[in-house]
Structure formats: C-alpha cells, structure tokens
C-alpha cells in the first residue's frame, strides 16, 4: 500500500489513523484464544480477502448469520458462542450501532464489493480516496450515534 498512501498528504493520512482510533472506530471481539485456534481480530487482519477491513469482517458476519460461506467462517465458527448471544444479525448491529453500514439489511461497502474474490485491499489512489472517504464517514456517524445513544435516558430506550 506504500505505493499509493505516499501520494496521500501525510495530515490525510494522520486524520484517517486518528478517526479509526477513537470510539466510533472500533468495535469488541472475543479476545480470550480457544483451543488456540486464531482469534477474529487476527483472522481479519492475516485474510488477504479482508484485509482487516471492517466492512468485509461484517459482511463475513451477516453471510454467517445466513449460514453462508465466507473466508471467516472457520474464525467465526470458533466464537460463535457470542454472536448467538444477538440472536440475529440485525439485532448484533443494533447492539454495537452499526446501523450506518447497513442499507436494506445488506453491508454498505468502503468499495464496490462483487464478492471476495479480488482483493481487499485498494487497487489505486482513486480506490484508497474512496476507501478512506467512506471509512471516515461510517465512523463519524456512529461516532454521532453513540453519542445521541449515550444522551437517551434509559426510559426512552
């Protein structure tokens, strides 16, 4: 990627870092091993069909839901204790607020998404734009989410 984020102006690049680190950019994983099998935040980061992009980690958990394949399965398979605790997929991305990346119960892709056989990661300056445009903006907005969520008195939740 180092030839295409050396075009990007390094205050670009440092906004894009800053934002994906703040709440609004992260999201909770079981993190304890089991029977040292790779945990879901390892397995999206090593998969050259995720590339540790979070939109692609959360089609990879809708298609599991759906009993799909997809290239977590195996991960996903391992933990899957804590997704059934949502009972559902819309019930997981109501609880985490994930509701800004999802449109008519699909995964609004950073890039056009035709499924998992190209690369995740961006093919050109164009393409990491677009990435990093629609990245920053799931995550201002679920950032504004989990403020208004955070205001709502328990009685109106």
């Known amino acids: 990627m180092s030839r295409i984020t050396s075009l990007v102006a390094p205050e670009e690049l440092d906004e894009f870092q800053y934002l994906g680190a703040t709440v609004g950019g992260t999201i909770l994983f079981p993190g304890k091993q089991i029977d040292r099998k790779i945990t879901i935040n390892v397995a999206r980061g090593w998969n050259r069909q995720i590339g540790d992009r979070f939109d692609l980690t959360l089609e990879c958990i809708r298609l599991q839901y759906q009993g799909l394949p997809n290239p977590l399965a195996q991960t996903l398979n391992v933990y899957w204790k804590f997704f059934e605790l949502f009972k559902t997929f819309e019930q997981y991305t109501e609880f985490f607020l994930l509701q800004d990346l999802i449109e008519n ?46 205001e709502t008195p328990l009685s109106e939740a």
């Open 105 to 150: 119960g699909s995964v609004k892709h950073y890039l056009p998404f035709e499924g998992f056989g190209r690369s995740a990661l961006p093919a050109n300056l164009e393409e990491y734009r677009q990435y990093m445009s629609n990245s920053m903006a799931f995550v201002r907005s679920r950032a504004l989410r989990m403020k208004t969520w955070s």
